[in-house]
């Protein structure tokens, strides 16, 4: 129990005691007192409150003569239960997530969002964890660097290096708590009114993050290679929002020819760049490693975004982004001035699983442990493949699955829902505004997920699909 | 070590094995892989690019040859050390915060933002943690919600209840990742080009944000009082920025009437709004509590922020806003897509640091701990009474010194620095466009912090002060 922040009048009616008493009272019958919390000790109340102890022995003696509270021999005054005063702390149903709500109610969830918690390195986390928590690592606990502390900054430009080829200084390097947030930041680097370009679809989230910041938002049709660069030049567009290694939703990747002219484009004026959200690009199954967008930037164009949370839990709330030389020089004038989100701990910790060679065995083993969903899913789908196609197969953690049997998106959606299956239409991901789901009528392609489910999951799962779709 | 992501050309003058050499080779002595690296394995990377086993053992064989790598037995491949081309990893001095390279050349540092860490509970923080780290929870690694979780909210509603009189629902609670982070959610909130006052001085990294969002700023002189509000009436404010519990860095409470008055201004129009930042108002050391200013709110005017930073560790980085149901409801219409900045582990860890009692007693250790510091100082600058008038003490972790000996802030400044003793001039908090220093030369006032320092430090640091200034 903390000391209460009492008001005292000293020019009230009622005396100091009377009015100890009423606040406490009050405080119990409206329920912000709960049942069983203990009171400061009446020393405690009367130092904090400036007043004799004699004062709040009184205040006490009258709640304790009225119910309210009782006193526990050698520990001290604690709130009765008082069945008929205490409200329950009501939790409103509006605070909880609606995606939250309506899980559990799925016998298997296709979302394109769940990721395996089963491999994270529990062990592992929690002895670098301890042996981080020292008292000789006092400084840990001081605030760090705004970009994020060094040593962190260094192993993430050469992880960078290693896997994606992604050529870095760690001074070019900020270290944030989620994409979300690292967005915000790169607003104020670029400025307001921006005018940016997007694929449609596209990821979602990051259209929202851009609309709120009312940035003009022109979306661009994707042929097989990608973003379609004419398009580009019209309307003024400054910025290109990509996902050239794999794009979400559609998994396609950008090959070299689109990536070369999309570099031209960008290097044909000072102030245009190519955001690179290289999301998920440690999963991919088959076929040769894509390299990183950046890798063959040699004008300073490409902002290369990053997370950690994919790769290794959600929670862990680290990202990064990797800004060109122009774009550092303003940050650094404009906007280092903004505290790092991530808290030194957990850096360390971070720092520590990536330097220590964990980061890669477990990579390793989430690799395979995804490849072998992957190929699970496939070979399930087997005796759908007349009426499906599919696309988007051998990265990242969902494929798409295009009805060839008349079926439309909704259709598909819909049937799968009455099975107890979810499965995700691609329209969801489309940007179309003023135009009332026309997307969800034409679009044939739903996205299945596999990243967070199990294998008997996924079995079950696609047996009631083949059920729902085909009948 | 990662497998190495080298863009392998097909129709190449150079065959695969080359173009793997090449590239290792490059790397090598391009020190981007460092001696005492290891290499992938063949078998790995030859999986990794898609290429025979036998191309990688062609390339390795050439390295070794050539001395670029060395095999150890049952290990594997590793880099050479190779004396002339290794470079150093260089840490341009530009990525080191002025602060960090100005410290250690004092002898004594009155930094008004030092914390004592040696009260930190590192063994309780170390077991909390411990004892979250644990497979049966799975769900902390998951994708938590956009708010802070609904536990650590409802301790923190508790809390401010509690300790400072807020009146709020958990589900009024933002938590994020620091005051910066929950300042630039809240611009994403009120909106763009939003005309703001702040008192002068100020709180000069709250105004660096306001100005990065391209707010229009106004600056209101304070009398002892602090804001008046006729200035307020003028220029079409909409929001007031204030500290009324301990003004930064006067140290001034605001009383009653003039609470009143900025309530009865905000409520005269419907977009108008107080920010309330209660930063430090855990440490006070005489005289009764200061409520805040949301405990007095009626209409929902009150946006009330506030920090774990300050009471228990710089890295902790969990803030808290309180929004008033007007902007609850535009904040879950237009921002609640943004992820929570902070780690669901550390949230848990701090509800059960919290839940548990540790904060309360963390807070009266720390409470005695700075008093004990703030007394000392005091008692050491006794000798000086003459000279200097004292102002802002009995809370929070600095004090201000008034010369009255003629001397300016600047000389004060200068002179301290002469004897190895850092000292702030008020000015740096002063806001003044266009004016070059000229606060500086008027201000006949430093901040002395003492929060960071032991008491042999403010001992040795005050007798310093009373030499160089009565010299």
């Not at 076929?287 to 004008?299: F, R, T, V, W, Y």
């Not at 079926?407 to 009455?418: D, G, I, K, P, S």
């Given at each position: 129990?903390?000391d209460m922040s009492i008001q005292l009048k000293e020019n009230s009616e009622k005396c100091l005691y009377e009015q100890i008493y009423d606040y406490i009272r009050l405080e119990i019958r409206e329920g912000k007192l709960l049942a069983g919390e203990k009171l400061p000790s009446t020393r405690s109340l009367a130092d904090y409150l400036q007043v004799a102890r004699s004062t709040v022995d009184y205040a006490y003696d009258q709640l304790l003569s009225e119910?309210?509270?009782?006193?526990?021999?050698?520990?001290?005054?604690?709130?009765?239960?008082?069945?008929?005063?205490?409200?329950?702390?009501?939790?409103?149903?509006?605070?909880?997530?609606?995606?939250?709500?309506?899980?559990?109610?799925?016998?298997?969830?296709?979302?394109?969002?769940?990721?395996?918690?089963?491999?994270?390195?529990?062990?592992?986390?929690?002895?670098?964890?301890?042996?981080?928590?020292?008292?000789?690592?006092?400084?840990?606990?001081?605030?760090?660097?705004?970009?994020?502390?060094?040593?962190?900054?260094?192993?993430?430009?050469?992880?960078?290096?290693?896997?994606?080829?992604?050529?870095?200084?760690?001074?070019?390097?900020?270290?944030?708590?989620?994409?979300?947030?690292?967005?915000?930041?790169?607003?104020?680097?670029?400025?307001?009114?921006?005018?940016?370009?997007?694929?449609?679809?596209?990821?979602?989230?990051?259209?929202?993050?851009?609309?709120?910041?009312?940035?003009?938002?022109?979306?661009?049709?994707?042929?097989?290679?990608?973003?379609?660069?004419?398009?580009?030049?019209?309307?003024?567009?400054?910025?290109?929002?990509?996902?050239?290694?794999?794009?979400?939703?559609?998994?396609?990747?950008?090959?070299?020819?689109?990536?070369?002219?999309?570099?031209?484009?960008?290097?044909?004026?000072?102030?245009?760049?190519?955001?690179?959200?290289?999301?998920?690009?440690?999963?991919?199954?088959?076929?040769?490693?894509?390299?990183?967008?950046?890798?063959?930037?040699?004008?300073?164009?490409?902002?290369?975004?990053?997370?950690?949370?994919?790769?290794?839990?959600?929670?862990?709330?680290?990202?990064?982004?990797?800004?060109?030389?122009?774009?550092?020089?303003?940050?650094?004038?404009?906007?280092?001035?903004?505290?790092?989100?991530?808290?030194?701990?957990?850096?360390?910790?971070?720092?520590?699983?990536?330097?220590?060679?964990?980061?890669?065995?477990?990579?390793?083993?989430?690799?395979?442990?995804?490849?072998?969903?992957?190929?699970?899913?496939?070979?399930?789908?087997?005796?759908?493949?007349?009426?499906?196609?599919?696309?988007?197969?051998?990265?990242?953690?969902?494929?798409?699955?295009?009805?060839?049997?008349?079926?439309?998106?909704?259709?598909?959606?819909?049937?799968?829902?009455?099975?107890?299956?979810?499965?995700?239409?691609?329209?969801?991901?489309?940007?179309?505004?003023?135009?009332?789901?026309?997307?969800?009528?034409?679009?044939?392609?739903?996205?299945?997920?596999?990243?967070?489910l199990s294998q008997e999951e996924i079995k079950e799962g696609v047996s009631l699909l083949i059920s729902a779709w085909t009948k």
């Open positions: 129990m903390y119910g309210y509270i009782e006193a526990k021999p050698y520990r001290g005054y604690y709130v009765c239960r008082i069945e008929d005063l205490q409200k329950e702390i009501v939790i409103p149903r509006e605070t909880i997530p609606i995606e939250d709500s309506e899980q559990g109610e799925w016998i298997c969830d296709f979302s394109p969002n769940g990721v395996d918690m089963s491999g994270f390195p529990f062990g592992v986390w929690k002895r670098i964890t301890k042996n981080i928590l020292n008292d000789s690592n006092n400084e840990l606990f001081a605030q760090g660097e705004a970009q994020g502390d060094l040593n962190l900054r260094i192993t993430i430009s050469r992880y960078l290096h290693s896997a994606r080829g992604v050529n870095c200084r760690p001074e070019q390097i900020i270290v944030g708590a989620g994409n979300d947030y690292l967005l915000m930041l790169l607003e104020k680097i670029l400025g307001r009114h921006v005018p940016i370009a997007m694929d449609n679809p596209t990821y979602k989230r990051a259209y929202k993050i851009f609309k709120s910041f009312a940035y003009p938002i022109t979306t661009v049709n994707m042929d097989e290679g990608g973003m379609q660069v004419d398009a580009l030049q019209k309307e003024g567009i400054r910025i290109a929002y990509i996902m050239p290694s794999h794009q979400f939703p559609t998994g396609a990747v950008m090959p070299i020819g689109r990536r070369t002219e999309l570099l031209k484009w960008a290097s044909e004026k000072e102030d245009r760049y190519l955001i690179e959200d290289d999301y998920d690009s440690e999963f991919r199954y088959r076929g040769k490693p894509i390299p990183s967008l950046q890798a063959s930037d040699e004008q300073g164009k490409v902002i290369y975004m990053g997370t950690f949370s994919k790769a290794i839990a959600p929670a862990i709330r680290v990202s990064y982004m990797v800004l060109p030389q122009s774009l550092l020089e303003i940050y650094r004038r404009d906007c280092s001035f903004y505290s790092c989100t991530v808290s030194r701990i957990d850096q360390r910790i971070l720092d520590e699983f990536i330097r220590d060679g964990y980061f890669e065995r477990h990579l390793n083993k989430m690799r395979k442990l995804y490849r072998d969903k992957h190929d699970l899913l496939l070979e399930c789908l087997k005796p759908l493949s007349k009426q499906i196609q599919i696309t988007g197969e051998y990265a990242g953690l969902h494929i798409l699955i295009t009805s060839l049997n008349g079926l439309t998106e909704r259709e598909m959606v819909a049937r799968a829902a009455c099975v107890g299956v979810r499965v995700y239409g691609l329209s969801e991901s489309m940007v179309e505004e003023n135009s009332d789901g026309k997307a969800a009528d034409s679009s044939k392609t739903v996205l299945l997920g596999f990243g967070g």
